[in-house]
């Protein structure tokens, strides 16, 4: 089955204390990308990657790091979390041009 | 730059009645448009989309069509269910594929029974 595996699905933290959300695709989808999703500002892309080895800012990259080793894996870092971290991320991918995104089920996270 | 904008919800509506959610986006060019949908406790997916002007996507009873001249991208459904509760993306995608994908900030719809 095609699909997009976040974990884990919710997260508890305290601040700096780092993290890794995990993302993986069996669709050999080239393009990947994470966004965070918070009331009232609809969903905002964190970063995303075109292909292995290839990451770029989306528009709140502050905070966040991501790596792009595998073609199937788009790991989510947080270094150092914060409170205002705190969010639903999802995790999507696709084939160039976009024209259909899958995204994973989502990774509730709170940092206290 | 590009962008959307989609009418605030959350809207409420009780089974069976009609619904529009209106969608609008400035762009240059012309973009493929999307509606995503996404289930309460899921991840946002995909609906139905048009990918030039006057095209209809349709999907589960749900139809936008493309409006080039109102730069409009409405969905509609003629009787909802309880199970369309969801919150609706609209989501242009530019021409110059190095852009990314445009997601309005979603409306949330609730349907009584």
């Known amino acids: 089955e095609a699909q997009v595996t976040q974990n884990p699905r919710y997260l508890i933290t305290v601040t700096g204390k780092k993290l890794t959300v995990t993302c993986s695709q069996n669709m050999n989808h080239e393009y990947m990308s994470w966004y965070r999703q918070d009331p009232g500002l609809g969903l905002r892309q964190i970063y995303y990657s075109m292909n292995v080895e290839v990451t770029d800012k989306g528009d709140v990259p502050e905070g966040y790091k991501v790596s792009r080793k595998e073609k199937r894996n788009f790991p989510l870092i947080l270094e150092s979390p914060s409170p205002n971290q705190t969010s639903l991320y999802f995790c999507?991918?696709?084939?160039?041009?976009?024209?259909?995104?899958?995204f994973g089920s989502g990774t509730q996270l709170s940092v206290l | 730059g590009d962008s959307v904008t989609q009418m605030e919800g959350p809207v409420t509506l009780s089974e069976e009645a009609f619904l529009t959610i209106n969608c609008t986006y400035t762009a240059t060019g012309y973009p493929s448009l999307f509606w995503y949908v996404q289930y309460p406790g899921e991840g946002l997916q995909l609906l139905l989309k048009?990918?030039?002007?006057?095209d209809k996507g349709s999907n589960k009873g749900f139809e936008a069509t493309y409006r080039k001249e109102t730069t409009s991208f409405h969905l509609e459904k003629g009787s909802v269910q309880v199970s369309d509760s969801a919150v609706y993306f609209c989501a242009p995608l530019p021409m110059n594929r190095d852009d990314k994908i445009i997601f309005g900030k979603g409306t949330r719809l609730h349907i009584l029974p």
């Open positions: 048009a990918t030039k002007a006057d």
């Open positions: 999507a991918s696709s084939l160039p041009g976009g024209e259909k995104l899958f």
